[in-house]
Protein backbone atom coordinates (compact mmCIF):
# COMPACT_ATOMS: atom_id res chain seq x y z
CA UNK A 1 0.00 0.00 0.00
CA UNK A 2 1.37 3.57 -0.83
CA UNK A 3 0.89 6.41 1.85
CA UNK A 4 -1.57 7.77 -0.13
CA UNK A 5 -5.81 6.90 -0.17
CA UNK A 6 -7.52 8.63 -3.00
CA UNK A 7 -11.16 9.18 -2.42
CA UNK A 8 -13.54 11.36 -4.53
CA UNK A 9 -14.61 14.52 -2.21
CA UNK A 10 -18.02 13.44 -1.86
CA UNK A 11 -17.29 9.95 -0.27
CA UNK A 12 -15.87 12.12 2.64
CA UNK A 13 -18.69 14.41 2.76
CA UNK A 14 -20.76 10.69 3.00
CA UNK A 15 -19.01 9.30 5.92
CA UNK A 16 -19.02 12.28 7.90
CA UNK A 17 -22.88 12.67 7.28
CA UNK A 18 -23.08 8.83 8.30
CA UNK A 19 -20.84 9.53 11.56
CA UNK A 20 -23.64 12.30 12.77
CA UNK A 21 -26.61 10.43 11.92
CA UNK A 22 -25.48 7.96 14.49
CA UNK A 23 -23.72 9.88 17.06
CA UNK A 24 -24.65 7.52 19.83
CA UNK A 25 -22.73 4.44 18.33
CA UNK A 26 -19.72 3.58 16.09
CA UNK A 27 -21.01 4.14 12.86
CA UNK A 28 -19.63 1.81 9.71
CA UNK A 29 -19.09 1.07 6.15
CA UNK A 30 -17.03 -0.32 3.20
CA UNK A 31 -15.85 1.62 0.28
CA UNK A 32 -14.79 0.62 -2.94
CA UNK A 33 -13.48 2.19 -6.19
CA UNK A 34 -11.63 1.83 -9.53
CA UNK A 35 -8.34 2.38 -10.61
CA UNK A 36 -7.36 3.03 -6.79
CA UNK A 37 -9.60 5.64 -6.45
CA UNK A 38 -12.82 5.54 -4.14
CA UNK A 39 -15.67 6.44 -5.66
CA UNK A 40 -18.62 4.72 -3.92
CA UNK A 41 -19.50 4.58 -0.30
CA UNK A 42 -21.48 1.45 1.32
CA UNK A 43 -22.56 2.09 4.69
CA UNK A 44 -23.66 -0.65 7.03
CA UNK A 45 -24.83 -1.42 10.05
CA UNK A 46 -23.11 -1.70 13.33
CA UNK A 47 -23.79 -5.12 14.72
CA UNK A 48 -22.61 -4.37 18.17
CA UNK A 49 -24.51 -1.08 18.35
CA UNK A 50 -21.72 -0.09 20.54
CA UNK A 51 -19.83 3.66 21.01
CA UNK A 52 -16.72 2.11 21.70
CA UNK A 53 -16.72 -0.93 18.66
CA UNK A 54 -18.27 -1.49 15.35
CA UNK A 55 -18.59 -4.81 13.61
CA UNK A 56 -20.80 -5.64 10.28
CA UNK A 57 -22.04 -9.04 10.21
CA UNK A 58 -21.17 -11.77 8.04
CA UNK A 59 -24.37 -11.58 6.34
CA UNK A 60 -24.14 -7.81 5.43
CA UNK A 61 -20.34 -8.17 4.48
CA UNK A 62 -21.13 -11.35 1.90
CA UNK A 63 -24.16 -8.52 0.91
CA UNK A 64 -21.88 -5.96 0.71
CA UNK A 65 -19.03 -7.60 -1.39
CA UNK A 66 -21.99 -8.89 -3.83
CA UNK A 67 -23.17 -5.40 -4.35
CA UNK A 68 -19.34 -4.18 -5.51
CA UNK A 69 -18.66 -6.81 -7.54
CA UNK A 70 -22.15 -6.48 -9.63
CA UNK A 71 -21.36 -3.19 -9.77
CA UNK A 72 -18.06 -4.01 -11.28
CA UNK A 73 -15.63 -2.25 -8.33
CA UNK A 74 -12.92 -3.47 -5.98
CA UNK A 75 -12.80 -3.51 -2.10
CA UNK A 76 -10.89 -0.49 -1.36
CA UNK A 77 -11.26 0.53 2.24
CA UNK A 78 -13.27 0.02 5.27
CA UNK A 79 -14.80 3.30 7.56
CA UNK A 80 -15.93 3.65 10.84
CA UNK A 81 -16.26 6.28 13.69
CA UNK A 82 -15.08 7.52 16.97
CA UNK A 83 -17.98 9.65 18.26
CA UNK A 84 -16.04 10.57 21.40
CA UNK A 85 -12.47 10.95 21.29
CA UNK A 86 -9.37 10.92 19.00
CA UNK A 87 -10.22 9.44 15.43
CA UNK A 88 -6.83 7.15 15.53
CA UNK A 89 -7.10 3.61 15.59
CA UNK A 90 -7.68 2.42 19.08
CA UNK A 91 -6.16 -0.96 20.17
CA UNK A 92 -9.23 -3.00 19.02
CA UNK A 93 -9.08 -1.68 15.43
CA UNK A 94 -5.65 -2.77 15.75
CA UNK A 95 -6.15 -5.83 16.51
CA UNK A 96 -9.28 -6.15 14.25
CA UNK A 97 -7.92 -4.98 11.45
CA UNK A 98 -8.54 -8.01 9.16
CA UNK A 99 -8.22 -6.62 5.15
CA UNK A 100 -4.46 -5.43 5.38
CA UNK A 101 -4.56 -4.18 1.92
CA UNK A 102 -7.23 -2.07 2.45
CA UNK A 103 -7.28 1.46 3.85
CA UNK A 104 -9.26 2.23 7.55
CA UNK A 105 -10.91 5.60 7.47
CA UNK A 106 -11.76 6.53 10.92
CA UNK A 107 -14.17 9.33 11.44
CA UNK A 108 -14.86 12.20 14.14
CA UNK A 109 -18.65 13.59 13.86
CA UNK A 110 -17.79 16.19 16.39
CA UNK A 111 -18.35 19.71 14.42
CA UNK A 112 -15.06 20.87 15.87
CA UNK A 113 -12.55 17.92 15.17
CA UNK A 114 -9.40 19.35 13.29
CA UNK A 115 -9.77 16.56 10.89
CA UNK A 116 -12.59 14.41 11.17
CA UNK A 117 -11.96 12.40 8.70
CA UNK A 118 -8.44 10.39 8.93
CA UNK A 119 -7.07 7.10 7.04
CA UNK A 120 -4.60 4.40 7.74
CA UNK A 121 -2.84 1.23 6.53
CA UNK A 122 -3.08 -1.25 9.40
CA UNK A 123 -0.75 -4.43 8.76
CA UNK A 124 -0.18 -6.96 11.06
CA UNK A 125 -0.29 -4.37 14.10
CA UNK A 126 2.09 -1.79 12.37
CA UNK A 127 -0.17 1.70 11.72
CA UNK A 128 0.45 4.11 9.30
CA UNK A 129 -1.14 7.37 8.64
CA UNK A 130 -2.13 8.17 5.17
CA UNK A 131 -2.21 11.02 2.76
CA UNK A 132 -5.91 11.28 1.63
CA UNK A 133 -5.89 12.22 -1.83
CA UNK A 134 -8.84 14.58 -2.78
CA UNK A 135 -9.91 13.56 -6.43
CA UNK A 136 -12.65 14.55 -8.88
CA UNK A 137 -12.26 12.11 -11.72
CA UNK A 138 -14.73 10.42 -12.48
CA UNK A 139 -14.37 6.46 -13.03
Not at 13 to 31: K, N, W
Amino acid sequence: MTDEIRVRAEILEEMIDHARREPEIECCGMLAGRGGVITKSFPANNALASRVAYEISPQELFWLFRRMREEGLEHLALYHSHPQGENAPSARDIAQAYYPDQAYFIISPQPVAPRPVRAFSIRHGDVQELKIGITAVNL
